[in-house]
């Protein structure tokens, strides 16, 4: 199929990134997908909870926000609790993250991500990682030159991606125009060495052969690879070791 954007099938939506966004946190990042834009906050506090306490490691967890004004239509926000999907996708954040940080060297400190959408235009969840990534090696890096660590925490690079099949053809980076119309769809967290961290895949209405499964498992990590390299890019990878 032509797509909107006049992309080949295995090719990403263009993708930016913008480092050091906000002032006042020890990471950040605004990365876009396309017309997808979160911006990714992660900031470092003192203290664990309470299931950590004494036990000398520190812990990481995130919030998944999307912004009133990120869709054609206001949606209201999210003030007292978070909707299921918001909680939901803060989780996948969370696991994603601390499946590539060694927490033992944080010593009863706590990272805590923010992510935030201020355009949605599908593969939300998949930016929030990538950018969140990011982020964390901001962190990283503070950490080192305040001194409170003495080597990287960070154990493999990390991005996520989505893939799908739309009208019988397999798509790499699904805009919610393509998303919608899926007839399977997957969003995929990989590290750099080919690990898979989660991978997240429905058929909507339609069941698929374990044949197909590998496919699109291959296509995302295509998506990965050309993610991480320009993450890359854009951190500097010297820099990072």
């Not at 000398?56 to 919030?63: C, D, I, N, V």
């Not at 601390?98 to 400190?109: C, F, P």
């Not at 750099?192 to 339609?206: I, N, W």
Request: neutral net charge; proline residues 2%.
């Amino acid at each position: 199929m032509r797509r909107r954007n006049g992309r080949e099938a295995d090719e990403l939506r263009k993708i930016v990134i913008e480092r050091g966004f906000i002032k006042y946190a020890q990471g950040s990042t605004l990365i876009s997908f396309g017309n997808t834009k979160v911006l990714c906050v992660a900031m470092v506090e003192e203290g664990v909870p309470h299931f950590l306490r004494e036990s000398g490691k520190g812990w990481l967890t995130a919030e998944y926000s999307m912004m009133p004004y990120a869709t054609p239509n206001r949606s209201p926000r999210e003030i007292e609790q978070k909707r299921g999907r918001s909680y939901e996708i803060q989780r996948l954040i969370g696991r994603s993250l601390r499946a590539v940080v060694n927490l033992d060297m944080l010593r009863d400190k706590t990272i805590w991500m923010d992510c935030d959408v201020l355009q949605a235009d599908g593969g939300t969840r998949c930016a929030a990682i990538t950018g969140s990534f990011l982020a964390l090696l901001e962190v990283d890096q503070w950490l080192r030159e305040k001194g409170i660590i003495e080597s990287s925490i960070i154990k493999e690079w990390l991005a996520a991606v989505s893939v799908g099949i739309v009208k019988d053809e397999m798509l790499l980076d699904l805009s919610f125009y393509e998303d919608s119309k899926a007839m399977v769809d997957m969003n995929l967290v990989m590290t750099d060495g080919g690990r898979v961290v989660e991978a997240q895949v429905s058929g909507e209405g339609f069941s698929f052969s374990r044949e197909t499964l590998n496919d699109l498992l291959n296509l995302g990590e295509k998506g990965i690879k050309d993610l991480i390299k320009l993450e890359k890019e854009a951190f500097g990878e010297s820099r990072w070791r």
